[in-house]
């Protein structure tokens, strides 16, 4: 399981707090700064081919993810670009997604996971 190195100085919320944190065990896993579009938004709604539906955010980074499983092309909702299941490195519920291509990756996240 691979796993983004988070900075141990930011895992404690502040008033000022930027961060996205698991709505299970309140583990930090992204920022709002990281937020980035892809096909011209930063939010999408898909339906995976078990017909569940997922609302998800679009970030550069979540240092507060693990990923499990092999890269897959399958049913990627962004054509051309491989994913790993996204979990929380601290409590494992799944958050999302990465999505990889070439030497570029971004993250998926379910924005219902977060807080």
């Known amino acids: 399981m691979a796993k983004?190195?988070?900075d141990p100085r930011r895992e404690t919320a502040t008033p000022e707090d930027d961060s996205?944190?698991?709505r299970v065990c309140e583990h930090r896993i992204t920022e709002r700064a990281y937020r980035r579009e892809m096909a011209g938004a930063h939010e999408?709604?898909?339906v995976n081919p078990a017909g569940y539906s997922f609302r998800i955010g679009c970030f550069?980074?979540?240092?507060g993810c693990a990923h499990v499983g092999a890269p897959s092309e399958a049913f990627s909702w962004f054509p051309g670009w491989k994913w790993q299941v996204a979990v929380c490195s601290r409590c494992h519920a799944h958050v999302g997604w990465i999505f990889r291509l070439g030497g570029e990756q971004f993250h998926g996240l379910i924005l219902a996971a977060l807080r």
Not at 60 to 63: D, F, I, L, M
Request: aromatic letters at 8%; a neutral charge; proline letters at 8%.
């Open 4 to 6: 983004e190195q988070a």
């Open 20 to 22: 996205l944190r698991c």
């Open 60 to 63: 550069v980074a979540a240092p």
């Open 44 to 46: 999408h709604t898909f």
